[in-house]
Structure formats: structure tokens, C-alpha cells
T-cell receptor, first 112, second 113 residues
Framework: KQEVTQIPAALSVPEGENLVLNCSFTDSAIYNLQWFRQDPGKGLTSLLLIQSSQREQTSGRLNASLDKSSGRSTLYIAASQPGDSATYLCAPHNNAGNMLTFGGGTRLMVKP | EADIYQTPRYLVIGTGKKITLECSQTMGHDKMYWYQQDPGMELHLIHYSYGVNSTEKGDLSSESTVSRIRTEHFPLTLESARPSHTSQYLC????????????FGPGTRLTVL
């Protein structure tokens, strides 16, 4: 059964810092991996979808990398802003069962 | 921009009531999903559907039921709500392609007194 761990669980930084959020998963048999953002009490917003054949995927100030064989993905946020404050979730899409498995998320606070 | 809607956004009801949480999407996606998320906790899949008249249970056991009579609509029903059902319920959909990107609705926050 796939298990997903996100480190750190919480992070508080001043505005302008570059950040790295880590995600590890136990079953490397994945098809792709999604990174999401969740604001308090809200639904999830898809940020990036990275295919298992890709090493990186970029969208604006966000860059996601994937090392499928070692079961790791990182989300890099450049020049963080207060509006980036949210919980960030990673979810590998397992080959078997065709389902997403979610980690516990990283709660990010960017202070002005 | 994902077009997936959930109503109501917030619901407070008494124990024993029957409730239906609505989820609709206008993207023509065949696959739809229901997740449950307790405050500060992980999301868990409780139901999914690959198309009309197709419904399956997810990883987390749930007393709720779902139906899929129309492609765009995937309602979730609790026949007799209990305080243990208090949670946030999130609906999602994806294209028919294998392992397609999932898009989420805004969620329904349910409180059962």
C-alpha cells in the first residue's frame, strides 16, 4: 500500500525566500504525481502534474522534480510571497488501482 | 480553469437526518471521485466512478452511498447522519485518459450535531 510523507509538516519563512518542499513515497510504481495547494477550509487547486517519464515540470515560480526510482519529489517555490501561504499536498498516481494517494501536506506561512 | 461545483458549501444538521451532497462538473469528465478530509488530516478516497452507472468504494470505508445517473452529476448521500460523519467532503473529476489530472471542487463542510 502506497504511503506518502511530506517534510516539513510546517514551515514559516520571510517573504522573498526560495523554498523546497519534500515528498517521499514508498511504492515507486507510479504513473505520475500531482502537487496541489489547499487554502484553509477550501478545495484543492492543482499546481503541477509531473509524468513518471519526466524529471522536472515548471509553472511560473514553481518547479517540481521527480525521482521515481528513489520515491521522491520536491516542489521548489522561488521568491516566496505572502499569497503563497497555504498547505501544499503531493499525491502520486499509483499504477495499480488508478488512484491518488495523498500525503499529510506542508503548511506554509510566508510572512511579509 | 476547472469547473466543478459542490453544494452546499456548509451544512449543519441534527443526528438522524438524511442528507445529499451535490457535485457537478461541466468538463465532460467521465471519472469522478469523493474524498473525505478531517481537519488537519489527510484526504482519503471514499467513492469513485468511471462513468454513468459505475460506482466503486474507495480506500476508506464510508457509510455514505453515491450514484452516477448522469455524466456531470455525482451526488453523495448519508441516510442517517451521525456526529462521526462530521468532516469536509471534496469532490473531484478527471478525464478518461489513464491517470488523468484531477480537479477538485470547493468542498462541503458537514457538521452533524
Amino acid at each position: 500500500k502506497q504511503e506518502v510523507t511530506q517534510i516539513p509538516a510546517a514551515l514559516s519563512v520571510p517573504e522573498g525566500e526560495n523554498l523546497v518542499l519534500n515528498c517521499s513515497f514508498t511504492d515507486s510504481a507510479i504513473y505520475n504525481l500531482q502537487w496541489f495547494r489547499q487554502d484553509p477550509g477550501k478545495g484543492l487547486t492543482s499546481l503541477l502534474l509531473i509524468q513518471s517519464s519526466q524529471r522536472e515540470q515548471t509553472s511560473g515560480r514553481l518547479n517540481a522534480s521527480l525521482d521515481k526510482s528513489s520515491g521522491r519529489s520536491t516542489l521548489y517555490i522561488a521568491a516566496s510571497q505572502p499569497g503563497d501561504s497555504a498547505t501544499y499536498l503531493c499525491a502520486p498516481h499509483n499504477n495499480a488501482g488508478n488512484m491518488l494517494t495523498f500525503g499529510g501536506g506542508t503548511r506554509l506561512m510566508v510572512k511579509p | 480553469e476547472a469547473d466543478i461545483y459542490q453544494t452546499p458549501r456548509y451544512l449543519v444538521i441534527g443526528t438522524g437526518k438524511k442528507i445529499t451532497l451535490e457535485c457537478s462538473q461541466t468538463m465532460g469528465h467521465d471519472k469522478m471521485y469523493w474524498y473525505q478530509q478531517d481537519p488537519g488530516m489527510e484526504l482519503h478516497l471514499i467513492h469513485y466512478s468511471y462513468g454513468v452507472n459505475s460506482t466503486e468504494k474507495g480506500d476508506l470505508s464510508s457509510e455514505s452511498t453515491v450514484s452516477r445517473i448522469r455524466t456531470e452529476h455525482f451526488p453523495l448521500t448519508l441516510e442517517s447522519a451521525r456526529p462521526s460523519h462530521t468532516s469536509q467532503y471534496l469532490c473531484a473529476s478527471s478525464e478518461s485518459v489513464l491517470h488523468g489530472e484531477q480537479f477538485f471542487g470547493p468542498g462541503t463542510r458537514l457538521t452533524v450535531l
